[in-house]
C-alpha cells in the first residue's frame, strides 16, 4: 500500500474531513440518532454523529445504549442501509401533461446530488454492490439510479464490534471494507486509520496531508477487525444454495414459519438489497397533470402475487417462501450473487424475531418436524411478548 | 441514455369490437422517430398506459413487418383495461416498449407447427399464426387446436375459419360447456391431441392459454414423442416495468417479463405448477 492511500486521522481532527467535504459541494449524511435508533440524516459536525452510543440487536429487539465511551462508530446500524440514496422509496418516473390531442411525458430524473455518508459498513456497501449490478448492469440502465449513484462518495466503517445478529463473515462480505467505498475509516481508540479505495478517495486524503500511518496501528486495527469477525455467533451457510433450497418447495417448515410470519414487509423494507418496486399513478384533482411514480414494493404484500382473476400467492407460506427462495436462491441464478449481505437487519425488524438463518438450516433439514424445531418455534413466540 | 421508462403517445386508428368486453385497437404512434424506431418480434409485449390511471402489459397482436401500425387486443378486466375499453377511435394512449422474447419463428421455418391455445390466451398466439400464413410457404403442415369453456368465448370465429382454409392446415376447436348449436369436439383442448397425426421430430409446438393446460398437455406431447425443448409456452404473470426490475413476474429464476413471456418448456419445467411460484 503506497503512503498516499492511507493516514492517521486523530478522531480530535474528524471534523477537517467533514469540512473538505462541504467545501467540495458534499451534502455530509452519517448516523444520527432519533426515536431511539439511528438514521441517516444531514450531519454538519462531529457532534451530531452518536458519540458514545452502542446498538444491541436481537431477534426482533433493538435498542439504544449510552456508553460514556468517547467511540464514533459504535453503532453498527440503523433499520436503514445505503438502499434509500439510490434506490428511492418514492421516485417521480414521469411527469405527464394533458394536450389537446393526448399527452406528453417527461421524464423526472433527479438532480445529481453529491452526498457523502459516513459510516457505512461493509454489509451496507456489498448492498450497493448488489443494487448496482440489477439497476445499472442488467438488461436495462435505470437512469433514475444511475443519476442518484453518480452523486455517491462512501466513507465505510471497518466494524469492530459485531451486533449478535451479523453473519456478514459467512457471505463473506465483511466485517472488512474490501471494495465499492471512496473511503474507509478504522476507529482505533482515539485515531482514525484512514484507507483510500477509490481516485476520489484518494484525492481528498492527499488534500487532508495526514501523517503516514503507522505498522503498529495498521496491525491492531486488523486485530480488531479479526477479532469482530471472530466474535460473530450466526452464520448461514450457503454452500449447497441455489438448488438444496429449489429442492425443499413442499417442506413442513414453510408452514411452520408462516405461522409466526405476519407478513408486515418490515424484512423486505430494511433488506438493503431488495428491489421490488410498484409504480403509481398520481393525478391531479383537474386531472391535467399527472405523475408516475415508482414506490418499493414487497413480496409479502397481497398484490405482489396479483395476476388479472387471481392471486399467486394468497398465503403468508407462498410469500415467506417466495421471499426466502428469492433472496438465497434464486437471486444467484439471476445475478450471480445472493441476494443476502449478513447484516442481520431482517431478524432484528422483524416484530416477530424470525431468524434466516434459523430457517434455512431447518429448510434444508429433512422434512419431519422435529420436537427441537417444535422448542424453536415456541421459544420464538415467548421472545415476543417477553 | 435511453430511459426505459419513457411512454411515446400513440393514437387510435381503429377499434374493432372482438365480443362483448373485448375489442382491438390499431395503433399509431404519435411521434415520428419513436415510429420509425418501434421494432417488434411476435409474442412480445408493450405497456399500455392510460392516462391519469396506469399501465398494462398486453402482447402485440399485429405482424412484425408493419410495425407502423400497431394492434392490442385487450378484454376489459381491471382497471387499467376498463379504462381503455372507454377510449374511442381518435383518442391517445401510451405505449412503452416492446418488450420480451418473443416466439421463435425464424427456428420454427421449415417445420410443422403445432398450436395448442386455451380460453382468450389466444391473443398472444395469433401474432404467430398470422405471422405464419403470411409466409405460408416456408413452413410446414399447421395444426391449431383451440379449446374453449363455452362457445361464447370463441374469439376470433371468422379468423379460425379462415385459418382452415390454408393449404395442409386443420384447424380444431373444442368446447367443455358447449351449446347446442355447436357441431365441433366436445372436451378439453388435451384431447385434440388425439386427434391429429404429429410429426414428433419435425414439430414445433406453440402453447398460450391457461398454465393448468400446458401443464397437463406437455406430457402428453412428450409421450407422443415430441422432446421438450421443442415445445414453447406463453407465461402470464403481473408485470409492471417490463424490463426485469420491478420483481412482480418472477417465476423461479426468470423474469417472464425479460426472459419471457414465451419459454422453451424444458427451462421453466421445475418451475410450473408449483404453488406460489
Redesign the interface.
Known amino acids: 500500500m503506497t503512503s498516499d492511500m492511507h493516514g492517521i486521522l486523530p478522531k480530535s481532527s474528524l471534523q477537517r474531513l467533514l469540512d473538505v467535504l462541504s467545501v467540495r459541494g458534499y451534502r455530509i449524511v452519517g448516523p444520527m440518532v432519533r426515536d431511539g435508533s439511528v438514521v441517516w440524516d444531514t450531519v454538519r459536525s462531529v457532534s451530531d454523529l452518536p458519540i458514545g452510543w452502542r446498538d444491541q440487536q436481537e431477534p426482533g429487539r433493538y435498542r439504544l445504549e449510552q456508553t460514556d465511551s468517547q467511540e464514533v462508530f459504535g453503532v453498527v446500524h440503523g433499520a436503514q442501509s445505503l438502499k434509500q440514496f439510490v434506490f428511492a422509496p418514492r421516485e417521480p418516473?414521469?411527469q405527464?401533461e394533458?394536450r389537446k390531442?393526448?399527452?406528453?411525458?417527461r421524464?423526472t430524473?433527479p438532480q445529481s446530488e453529491k452526498v457523502a455518508i459516513i459510516g457505512a459498513r461493509a454489509c451496507d456497501l456489498a448492498g450497493l454492490t448488489i443494487q448496482d449490478r440489477?439497476?445499472l448492469n442488467?438488461?436495462?440502465?435505470?437512469?433514475?439510479y444511475?443519476s442518484r449513484r453518480e452523486g455517491l462518495f462512501v466513507i465505510a466503517v471497518n466494524c469492530t464490534r459485531a451486533l449478535s445478529t451479523c453473519f456478514c463473515v459467512s457471505m463473506e462480505t465483511g466485517p472488512r471494507a474490501r471494495s465499492g467505498f471512496d473511503l474507509a475509516l478504522t476507529e482505533v481508540d482515539n485515531q482514525l486509520l484512514i484507507e483510500a479505495g477509490s481516485e476520489a478517495g484518494r484525492d481528498l486524503l492527499s488534500n487532508l496531508s495526514l501523517s503516514t500511518s503507522s505498522e503498529q496501528l495498521s496491525v491492531e486495527a486488523a486485530t480488531r477487525i479479526e477479532a469482530c469477525a471472530q466474535s460473530q455467533v450466526r452464520r448461514l451457510d450457503h454452500s449447497r444454495l441455489?438448488q438444496a433450497l429449489?429442492e425443499v418447495?413442499e417442506h413442513p417448515r414453510w408452514d411452520e414459519v408462516a405461522g409466526r410470519c405476519l407478513a408486515c414487509t418490515n424484512c423486505t423494507m430494511v433488506c438493503p438489497t431488495c428491489?421490488?418496486?410498484?409504480?403509481?399513478?398520481t393525478?391531479d384533482l383537474s386531472?391535467q397533470q399527472?405523475t408516475?411514480v415508482r414506490l418499493w414494493?414487497s413480496?409479502f404484500t397481497q398484490e405482489?402475487?396479483?395476476?388479472?382473476?387471481k392471486n399467486?400467492?394468497p398465503?403468508i407460506?407462498?410469500?415467506y417462501?417466495?421471499w426466502l427462495t428469492?433472496k438465497l436462491a434464486?437471486w444467484i441464478?439471476?445475478f450471480g450473487t445472493s441476494g443476502c449481505v449478513g447484516c442481520g437487519r431482517c431478524i432484528t425488524w422483524c416484530p416477530v424475531g424470525i431468524d434466516l438463518t434459523e430457517e434455512l438450516p431447518a429448510l434444508l433439514s429433512p422434512g419431519i418436524q422435529s420436537s427441537t424445531a417444535k422448542r424453536q418455534a415456541d421459544g420464538n413466540s415467548r421472545r415476543v411478548e417477553g | 441514455?435511453?430511459?426505459?421508462?419513457?411512454?411515446?403517445?400513440a393514437?387510435i386508428v381503429q377499434k374493432i369490437q372482438e365480443a362483448e368486453d373485448i375489442n382491438t385497437y390499431r395503433l399509431q404512434l404519435?411521434d415520428e422517430q419513436a415510429r420509425e424506431h418501434f421494432r417488434f418480434k411476435a409474442g412480445q409485449f408493450n405497456m399500455v398506459y392510460v392516462?391519469?390511471?396506469?399501465?398494462v402489459a398486453i402482447s402485440i397482436v399485429s405482424d412484425p413487418d408493419e410495425p407502423e401500425l400497431l394492434a392490442h387486443t385487450i378484454r376489459a378486466?381491471?382497471r387499467v383495461t376498463k379504462a381503455i375499453a372507454g377510449l374511442q377511435q381518435g383518442d391517445?394512449l401510451?405505449i412503452r416498449g416492446p418488450f420480451g422474447q418473443g416466439w421463435p419463428l425464424e427456428e420454427a421455418r421449415g417445420r410443422n407447427v403445432v398450436i395448442v391455445t386455451g380460453g382468450l390466451g389466444c391473443a398472444p398466439v395469433v401474432a404467430a399464426i398470422e405471422y405464419i400464413f403470411k409466409r405460408r410457404e416456408q413452413y410446414g403442415s399447421i395444426k391449431i387446436l383451440h379449446g374453449v369453456k363455452t362457445p361464447h368465448d370463441l374469439l376470433y370465429r371468422e379468423r379460425f375459419k379462415s385459418w382452415g382454409r390454408f393449404p395442409d392446415t386443420e384447424v380444431l376447436l373444442t368446447s367443455g360447456q358447449p351449446d347446442k348449436a355447436w357441431h365441433y369436439h366436445i372436451g378439453v383442448v388435451t384431447e385434440l391431441f388425439e386427434r391429429v397425426t404429429i410429426d414428433p421430430g419435425n414439430s414445433i409446438v406453440l402453447m398460450c392459454g391457461p398454465e393448468i393446460m400446458m401443464r397437463l398437455g406437455v406430457p402428453i406431447l412428450m409421450r407422443r414423442g415430441i422432446p421438450e425443448t421443442a415445445i414453447y409456452l406463453s407465461l402470464?404473470?403481473?408485470m409492471?416495468?417490463g424490463?426485469?426490475?420491478?420483481?412482480?413476474c418472477?417465476m423461479?429464476?426468470y423474469?417472464l417479463c425479460?426472459d419471457g413471456p414465451v419459454m422453451r418448456y424444458d427451462r421453466v419445467a421445475?418451475w410450473l405448477g408449483?404453488?406460489?411460484?
Open positions: 418516473l414521469l405527464i394533458r390531442e393526448g399527452f406528453t411525458a421524464p430524473l440489477i439497476f442488467d438488461a436495462y440502465r435505470d437512469p433514475y444511475a441455489p429449489y418447495h428491489f421490488c418496486h410498484t409504480v403509481e399513478e393525478p386531472h399527472t408516475h414494493d413480496c405482489h402475487g396479483y395476476i388479472h382473476g399467486i400467492r398465503t407460506k407462498d410469500r417462501r417466495m428469492h434464486s441464478d439471476q | 441514455m435511453v430511459n426505459p421508462y419513457t411512454i411515446h403517445p393514437t404519435v392516462f391519469g390511471v396506469g399501465e378486466v381491471g391517445v401510451g402470464e404473470r403481473h409492471e416495468c424490463i426485469g426490475l420491478c420483481g412482480h418472477q423461479g429464476p423474469f425479460k421445475q408449483r404453488t406460489g411460484v
